[in-house]
Nanobody, 123 residues
Framework: QVQLVESGGGLVQAGDSLRLSCAASRGTFSTYGKAWFRQAPGKEREFVGGISSSGASTYYADSVKGRFTISRDNAKNMVYLQMNSLKPEDTAAYYC????????????????WGQGTQVTVSS
């Protein structure tokens, strides 16, 4: 069983940056595809970005492309989401997810989830 713990959320102003971190509980984490999702109140959980097990491939939602960067450090069992030029519409709870295999944009394909970290962007 893989356990994921996110951190790094907070309250920021539009245009600011934040870096979210996701720590995994075990070493086989390195063979899993990872992704970040977000969910705003009253909305469905949506894909933000994903990274392959090796880190060689990344994929982003159009809404964050060019502003957000996902990276991973398999030696530390960590995944990061660097968020720049934040907008009020980025306000949501952000979740780290993992699955055996490659990146998927569908939340139903992910077996392991963190508890979420709140990001609030004021205008």
């Amino acid at each position: 069983q893989v356990q994921l713990v996110e951190s790094g959320g907070g309250l920021v102003q539009a245009g600011d940056s934040l870096r979210l971190s996701c720590a995994a509980s075990r070493g086989t984490f390195s063979t899993y595809g990872k992704a970040w999702f977000r969910q705003a109140p009253g909305k469905e959980r949506e894909f933000v970005g994903g990274i392959s097990s090796s880190g060689a491939s990344t994929y982003y939602a159009d809404s964050v492309k060019g502003r957000f960067t996902i990276s991973r450090d398999n030696a530390k069992n960590m995944v990061y989401l660097q968020m720049n030029s934040l907008k009020p519409e980025d306000t949501a709870a952000y979740y780290c997810a993992a699955r055996p295999g490659g990146i998927s944009t569908s939340f139903q394909d992910y077996s392991y989830w963190g508890q979420g970290t709140q990001v609030t962007v004021s205008s």
